[in-house]
């Protein structure tokens, strides 16, 4: 059985591509139906400074492969592409404690690069004792709004 597993794990790496008809075959599991496949692009800044290594990518890539999407690494591949742009600001201070927000946009492109989603994202806040690290924190509160509020949209526009 871990052969299988192997094979499939190199026909990921190659092809780029989740043969599932292969894992069916050989595991006796069904093959469950995979959505479209996104290629998924951010700009994430922190305070105005590009923010390496990429917070929100690797949350997103994780919560669409979590709803059966298949996430390209290749933008050619893609049926759908995600285009994020985010960045943070100083909010306010309340005694030690800072803010800062986050705002920005999110378009969905169909492969002919044509907008069937544009969305902006304003007003994510987060806390913490520095302002840095507050703008990490709104984007983990990013993350949670994408889960409630952007991919049920998203469900929606692709029906």
């Known amino acids: ?22 894992y069916a075959k050989h595991s006796g599991a069904q093959a469950m139906q995979i959505g479209p496949r ?7 800044k922190n305070l105005g400074k590009d923010l390496n ?15 059966n999407y298949l ?5 050619e591949n893609a049926d759908y592409i995600i285009e994020v742009f985010t960045n943070t600001k ?24 044509q907008a069937i989603i544009e969305k902006s994202i304003e007003g994510i806040n987060g806390s913490q004792l520095n302002y840095f690290d507050a703008g990490l924190d709104a984007y983990n509160n990013l993350s949670i709004y994408m889960n409630r509020e952007f991919l049920p949209k998203l469900k929606e526009a692709l029906n």
């Open 53 to 67: 290594p990429k917070v929100l990518k690797k949350k997103m890539e994780q919560l669409f492969v979590d709803n």
């Open 90 to 113: 100083k909010f306010k201070k309340d005694r030690r404690i800072r803010y800062s927000i986050l705002f920005g946009k999110i378009r969905v492109l169909n492969s002919y690069e």
């Open 1 to 22: 059985m871990k052969k299988y597993y192997r094979l499939l794990l190199l026909i990921v790496i190659v092809f780029n591509v989740l043969p599932l008809n292969i």
């Open 71 to 75: 996430v390209v690494f290749k933008k």
């Open 38 to 44: 996104f290629f998924i692009e951010t700009h994430e």
